[in-house]
DNA sequence: CCCTGATTCGC
DNA sequence: GCGAATCAGG
């Protein structure tokens, strides 16, 4: 493939609506990612500013010199995240409702909490019963960093599992548990659906 | 690990 | 001019 004006265009225009390299590699099929950056490098437009004279008046010189310049504007307006965690459930003791066994689990590593039947939003729980069909359901020695730890089951059974699908960044559970382990603590009082 | 853009450098 | 490889951040 090579950059035909119509490609050049295309690129132009989604880069100035702030679309990913990569998203706009996607797009146009046939390069990857870099080669877009490198093009749009070549066109100058790198600062997705349409500003104008985009006067450079220091360029090289400092191989070292990294300079931020900073102009995010606003790449991910997807980010249907807006209640942060609260209480980082990082303590062990939390095991309420395991029915009645004694979940001591073998691992060192502080183990996510259970579901708890406490009182959570109806539909995240839909959302875990649903998604626990789909899990991969390994076991603690299979547990990446990058898969879900939300543990499913009594410990003391063969009916025990770890969730195991792949974690919303950053967070040590899918979306799906992030969703009940996190519970915006203003849904918590007064939720009534 | 996933992603992002930035830079380099052989082609 | 091109873009894979690499680098630097998140």
Redesign the pocket.
Known sequence: ???TDERVELLKKMWGEG?????IAKELGG?????V??????LGL??RSGGGGASKPEA?AK?EA?AKPAAKPA?KPSAPEAAKPAPEPKAEARQAATPARKQIIPAGQPLPPQPSANEIDPEALAKVSEIEKKAKKLTLMELT??TCKWPVGDPATEDFWFCGLPVQ?GKPYCEAHVGVAFQPMSSRRDRRR
Do not use: C, D, F, L
């Open positions: 493939m090579s950059w679309q990913s390299a990569s998203q390069v990857t990612r870099n080669a950056i490198g093009k749009v490098h070549r790198s600062n090289k191989p990294k790449k960093e990058r960044q």
